[in-house]
């Protein structure tokens, strides 16, 4: 039986055909623009979910596809065992490509939703759900983020309804997070 890395985002809900959804009372971005959005991730906080359960130094790197869509290759590392974590999937815009709404799969044609609600004027962070309020994390294009943003960002999650409470902090320090491989 093959195995598959635990990183494998999003799956908990890609494995369940048609749960491209958005959290209900939620907006996803508009005048969204891919080129801007390409590129490498640093997840500065995440609600809970076993299969990133361990993970620190965590990234998504996002590049366009001959086809239109995007490759996503979300990778995170292991202290405990000192192993990187690698998933690799694809992703399509659900609505017009200038609203900030995908559809990732990393099995086959199983997709979940991938909802943008908040993304500044330069593209330096965003807080993004999946298709409930289950799924939420908070990313930035530098593996620190300010505390004023940080804060700004939970604090309009939370008026989504979103139980922030539960956030937890990713561990991006460079001391911890050895060299990270390069997506390909």
Known sequence: MPTFPRLTWLAPFSLLAGCTGIPEGTQ???DFRLENYLGRWYEIARLPHGFEEGLSCVTATYRRRDDGGVDVINQGYNLENGQWD???GKAYFIES?????LKVSFFGPFYGGYN?????????????AGPDRDYLWILAREPSLDEHTYRSLVRRA???????D?????EQRPAICPEQRQAS
């Open 28 to 30: 996803a971005v508009t």
């Open 86 to 88: 690698v998933a690799e």
């Open 97 to 101: 490509p200038d609203v900030g709404r």
């Open 116 to 128: 943008i609600l908040e993304l500044d004027a330069d593209y330096r962070h965003a807080l993004v």
């Open 158 to 164: 939370r008026e989504l309804q979103f139980p922030v």
């Open 166 to 170: 539960k956030l937890i902090k990713v």
